[in-house]
């Protein structure tokens, strides 16, 4: 019998191994998924093929970027069918066709600003485009900011620095953009997602999550927000209930639809289990794909315990009816 996650409208079915690969390859951990018009699916991972594309049934289509990207985290598809890519390991956003073209380099590969410096970038994580197609880019793991930039990469202006105020950050790891142009930023130690202007300037902020990390909104005037949320690391309170990990749904407000995820069972790696989701794309259908970087979340949620060499790192939830 399949497992069925979710409750009312949004209840998913756990598709088990979905994504099928060449002999010999293997993912490593999903930093982040895309899905264009075509329903073909672009998991951005940290194996030797970086960005690897399926059909929406799992078929391996092609890869690209191993002679481009050293350490994926974030996917934006654009419009236009172009991608978005952002490298934290490099400092760079790349926008590229949808077969590895790079188009726009914003950034100087290998070469962060100092920590903390509020200067572009180091280790950013995101990116999002407002209705003008200006370019956001969440910079997080070496910096508390956003910046802004033209639709051809030219610098604008930034906003944010370190802390738990409104408009502060405490590791920025995920944003996106509305129709009417507010940003979403997912401000993922301080267990929220901020709301800003196309400018920056605050507006109100979503507190019902924790440690949100994954962050996807889908297009029109009323978008449905995904959100992984990581669960506690800490000894103090790993595998505390009610915290994740998890997919949880929202409203444009930031209303609670739906969560995804058996929150008894902690993490793990069983169907319905999460360990850290990070990237997670919905297709035409409503399936939901998610990401996981459980290859780097292994020593937190299992401290002494040996790591194994294969992790699972993709999961797709297929949509099925309220009665299903």
Same mark, same amino acid.
């Given at each position: 019998?399949?497992?069925?996650?979710?409750?009312?409208?949004?209840?998913?079915?756990?598709?088990?191994?979905?994504?099928?690969?060449?002999?010999?390859?293997?993912?490593?951990?999903?930093?982040?998924?895309?899905?264009?018009?075509?329903?073909?699916?672009?998991?951005?991972?940290?194996?030797?093929?970086?960005?690897?594309?399926?059909?929406?049934?799992?078929?391996?289509?092609?890869?690209?970027?191993?002679?481009?990207?050293?350490?994926?985290?974030?996917?934006?598809?654009?419009?236009?069918?172009?991608?978005?890519?952002?490298?934290? &390991?490099?400092?760079? %956003?790349?926008?590229? $066709?949808? /077969? +590895? @073209?790079?188009?726009?380099?914003? #950034?100087?590969?290998?070469?962060?600003?100092?920590?903390?410096?509020?200067?572009?970038?180091?280790?950013?994580?995101?990116?999002?485009?407002?209705?003008?197609?200006?370019?956001?880019?969440?910079?997080?793991? &070496?910096?508390?900011? %956003?910046?802004?930039? $033209?639709? /051809? +990469? @030219?610098?604008?202006?930034?906003? #944010?620095?370190?802390?738990?105020?409104?408009?502060?950050?405490?590791?920025?790891?995920?944003?996106?953009?509305?129709?009417?142009?507010?940003?979403?930023?997912?401000?993922?130690?301080?267990?929220?997602?901020?709301?800003?202007?196309?400018?920056?300037?605050?507006?109100?902020?979503?507190?019902?999550?924790?440690?949100?990390?994954?962050?996807?909104?889908?297009?029109?005037?009323?978008?449905?927000?995904?959100?992984?949320?990581?669960?506690?690391?800490?000894?103090?309170?790993?595998?505390?209930?009610?915290?994740?990990?998890?997919?949880?749904?929202?409203?444009?407000?930031?209303?609670?639809?739906?969560?995804?995820?058996?929150?008894?069972?902690?993490?793990?790696?069983?169907?319905?289990?999460?360990?850290?989701?990070?990237?997670?794309?919905?297709?035409?259908?409503?399936?939901?794909?998610?990401?996981?970087?459980?290859?780097?979340?292994?020593?937190?949620?299992?401290?002494?315990?040996?790591?194994?060499?294969?992790?699972?790192?993709?999961?797709?939830?297929?949509?099925?009816?309220?009665?299903?």
């Amino acid at each position: 019998m399949s497992m069925i996650l979710g409750s009312g409208e949004y209840r998913y079915r756990v598709e088990t191994g979905w994504g099928r690969l060449p002999s010999g390859w293997a993912l490593k951990e999903v930093a982040a998924v895309a899905v264009d018009r075509n329903d073909q699916v672009y998991v951005f991972n940290r194996g030797e093929h970086p960005m690897i594309v399926f059909d929406r049934e799992g078929n391996f289509l092609r890869s690209w970027g191993e002679d481009i990207f050293t350490h994926a985290h974030g996917l934006h598809m654009a419009p236009d069918d172009t991608i978005f890519c952002t490298d934290d &390991g490099d400092h760079t %956003v790349r926008r590229c $066709t949808l /077969d +590895g @073209k790079v188009l726009l380099t914003i #950034g100087t590969p290998k070469q962060p600003a100092a920590f903390m410096s509020g200067q572009p970038f180091c280790r950013c994580t995101h990116t999002a485009l407002s209705p003008k197609g200006e370019i956001y880019v969440s910079d997080g793991y &070496g910096n508390a900011r %956003v910046h802004k930039y $033209t639709p /051809d +990469g @030219k610098y604008m202006s930034s906003w #944010g620095k370190c802390g738990s105020g409104e408009g502060e950050f405490n590791l920025p790891h995920n944003i996106h953009c509305d129709a009417d142009g507010w940003v979403y930023v997912a401000d993922r130690e301080n267990h929220r997602i901020q709301v800003f202007d196309g400018n920056g300037k605050y507006e109100t902020q979503w507190n019902n999550l924790h440690r949100p990390s994954a962050f996807h909104m889908t297009a029109g005037r009323c978008p449905i927000c995904f959100v992984g949320e990581i669960g506690p690391y800490l000894g103090a309170n790993r595998g505390f209930p009610n915290l994740g990990p998890r997919i949880s749904i929202l409203d444009k407000n930031g209303k609670l639809l739906s969560r995804l995820g058996l929150e008894d069972r902690a993490f793990g790696q069983e169907p319905g289990q999460f360990m850290s989701p990070h990237g997670i794309a919905p297709d035409s259908r409503g399936d939901i794909y998610v990401g996981e970087v459980s290859f780097s979340a292994w020593p937190s949620l299992y401290p002494g315990v040996p790591r194994p060499d294969v992790i699972r790192s993709l999961q797709k939830l297929v949509r099925v009816g309220a009665n299903e």
